[in-house]
Nanobody
Framework: QVQLVESGGGLVQAGGSLRLSCLASGRTFSSYVMGWFRQAPGKEREFVAAISWSGGSTNYADSVKGRFTISRDNAKNTVYLQMNSLKPEDTAVYYC??????????????????WGQGTQVTVSS
């Protein structure tokens, strides 16, 4: 099991940037594929980005390609989401999650115990 704690959310103007961090507990962090998801008010949670255990492979939702970058530092048990050129439609609670494969994470098929508590990102127009 791994415990995940997100940070770095906040209020930013459109066109601005934020970097989210997700700190994982446990010694098996490097074994997991890590992902970021988001949920806007009144909408279902959606996939944002995922990164393989080595960092060598990444996946992104079409809506964030070219603007967001996922990365990880296994020595620090941390995964990051750099968000640039933010838009009001990026406003949501952002969650990190851990899974066993890129496909599983991309499809959101993640066990309940492998989600963080979320961090709010608000982009003003």
């Amino acid at each position: 099991q791994v415990q995940l704690v997100e940070s770095g959310g906040g209020l930013v103007q459109a066109g601005g940037s934020l970097r989210l961090s997700c700190l994982a507990s446990g010694r098996t962090f490097s074994s997991y594929v890590m992902g970021w998801f988001r949920q806007a008010p009144g909408k279902e949670r959606e996939f944002v980005a995922a990164i393989s255990w080595s960092g060598g492979s990444t996946n992104y939702a079409d809506s964030v390609k070219g603007r967001f970058t996922i990365s990880r530092d296994n020595a620090k048990n941390t995964v990051y989401l750099q968000m640039n050129s933010l838009k009001p439609e990026d406003t949501a609670v952002y969650y990190c999650a851990a899974g066993l494969s890129l496909k599983v994470v991309r499809e959101g098929r993640i066990q309940n115990d492998y989600w963080g508590q979320g961090t709010q990102v608000t982009v003003s127009s």
